[in-house]
């Protein structure tokens, strides 16, 4: 089982949800629209404190791709759960 994710894969995330946000922005440019991110689940057991800190991390990267205009959408209930 995957309890959660650590140091080097969050900071690997917040690198790609970087050139994701850049590529969105300069197909924005081009006038194709936004991005569009799906995510669903979680990374591991959320639910216990101790496992959290991978999830949370990745919330935040949500939360910074739509307020840089990517249009993001999470399913599946765990994913609800950790908004």
């Not at 081009?30 to 991005?35: E, S, V, Y």
């Not at 939360?63 to 993001?72: D, I, T």
Request: charged share 25%.
């Amino acid at each position: 089982a995957q309890f959660d994710v650590g140091p080097k894969t969050i900071a690997l995330q917040a690198k790609k949800v970087a050139e994701f946000i850049n590529f969105s922005n300069e197909k924005k440019k081009a006038g194709q629209g936004p991005a569009v991110c799906f995510h669903n689940g979680v990374f591991g057991m959320f639910e216990k404190e101790q496992f959290a800190n991978g999830t949370r991390k990745f919330v935040d990267q949500l939360k910074h791709m739509h307020e840089s205009g990517v249009e993001v959408y999470v399913g599946g209930g765990e994913g609800g759960a950790a908004l």
